[in-house]
T-cell receptor, first 112, second 114 residues
Framework: KAGVTQTPRYLIKTRGQQVTLSCSPISGHRSVSWYQQTPGQGLQFLFEYFSETQRNKGNFPGRFSGRQFSNSRSEMNVSTLELGDSALYLC???????????FGPGTRLTVT | GENVEQHPSTLSVQEGDSAVIKCTYSDSASNYFPWYKQELGKGPQLIIDIRSNVGEKKDQRIAVTLNKTAKHFSLHITETQPEDSAVYFCAAKGSGGSNYKLTFGKGTLLTVNP
């Protein structure tokens, strides 16, 4: 069974731009969570989607948003990029909301 | 909300020795405690987990123990090998509502010296 896939793997953007990251969960998994990983703050929860509904949201500004499609694929969007948004963005899927989470390889976003 | 503390932040051992990483959590409602291994350039990989109705779980050279009363859990790696070198993260997850999310520790960089 294929693992979690994330595209693109690397991205360079300029301050003020917006970006969309994509995540395809493991086949059959209905829950997708997004995390931001930085050296200073570690792994921080962004939001979780289950059956196209946002179930949970972390403490990030409204510039960070996401959605989930009927096939469980998910996208996250960051608008008006800031230098501090440079990070590894990780997506994790699970069979159900309370289940084991499996991570993708991440998208490395660099904001210049 | 939940707060997870992880120690030590770095750990260096000789090949064949044991390694122990400890985590404490704050929310007594948390009931799921996974451990992840992250190698350079990769996403975290689930290596073992434990639920609050179990005190210990073992999988070959890896074991996890949970003390619900003290709200701490530990990862034990025996007979360490150089390929065990990575960053290890502990996490805690609650049972419902806004607790349906993983809160991670800051990570432990484990180096196994040949």
């Amino acid at each position: 069974k294929a693992g979690v896939t994330q595209t693109p793997r690397y991205l360079i953007k300029t301050r003020g731009q917006q970006v969309t990251l994509s995540c395809s969960p493991i086949s059959g998994h209905r829950s997708v969570s997004w995390y931001q990983q930085t050296p200073g703050q570690g792994l921080q929860f962004l939001f979780e989607y289950f059956s196209e509904t946002q179930r949970n949201k972390g403490n990030f500004p409204g510039r960070f948003s996401g959605r989930q499609f009927s096939n469980s694929r998910s996208e996250m969007n960051v608008s008006t990029l800031e230098l501090g948004d440079s990070a590894l963005y990780l997506c994790a899927s699970s069979l159900e909301a309370a289940g084991e989470q499996y991570f993708g390889p991440g998208t490395r976003l660099t904001v210049t | 909300g939940e707060n997870v503390e992880q120690h030590p932040s770095t750990l260096s051992v000789q090949e064949g020795d044991s390694a122990v990483i400890k985590c404490t959590y704050s929310d007594s409602a948390s009931n799921y405690f996974p451990w992840y291994k992250q190698e350079l350039g990769k996403g975290p990989q689930l290596i073992i987990d434990i639920r609050s109705n179990v005190g210990e779980k073992k999988d070959q050279r890896i074991a996890v123990t949970l003390n619900k009363t003290a709200k701490h859990f530990s990862l034990h790696i025996t007979e360490t090998q150089p390929e065990d070198s990575a960053v290890y993260f502990c996490a805690a997850k609650g049972s419902g509502g806004s607790n349906y999310k993983l809160t991670f520790g800051k990570g432990t960089l484990l180096t196994v010296n040949p």
